[in-house]
């Protein structure tokens, strides 16, 4: 399995920024994508951003609307690692912050995992 362990979350105001990290540890051949989602009090998990493996390509990144040009995601292959850099915050960025990893496993399945969340709270 994988195990992912956010980090980097914590109190910023308005405009400010804030970089979290999420680490992949565990038994796997690949990590095929990884993303952050989040998810506000009351309300339903989002897609925050995230990045996929192509055939003939190392990955390409996608981010929802409501950050693009804000937020980007950093993927390191030989760390297993994917970093959200987060710029010009606001308050509706407040959530926890979830990464995401599709994996697969030394046994060869496929599988998906989430982190623990990292609590992220802006300001106004």
């Known amino acids: 399995q994988v195990r992912l362990v956010e980090s980097g979350g914590g109190l910023v105001q308005s405009g400010g920024s804030l970089t979290l990290a999420c680490v992949a540890s565990g038994s796997f051949q690949s990590i095929n994508g990884m993303g952050w989602y989040r998810q506000a009090p009351g309300k339903q998990r989002e897609y925050v951003a995230g990045y996929v493996a192509g055939i003939n390509r190392g990955g390409w990144m996608n981010y929802a609307d409501s950050v693009k040009g804000r937020f980007t995601i950093f993927i390191d292959n030989a760390k297993s690692t994917a970093q959200l850099q987060m710029n010009s915050l606001k308050p509706e960025d407040t959530a926890v912050y979830y990464c995401?990893?599709?994996?697969?496993?030394?046994?060869?399945?496929?599988?998906?995992?989430w982190g623990q969340g990292t609590q992220v709270t802006v300001s106004s």
């Open positions: 995401n990893a599709d994996a697969k496993l030394t046994t060869g399945l496929q599988d998906n995992f």
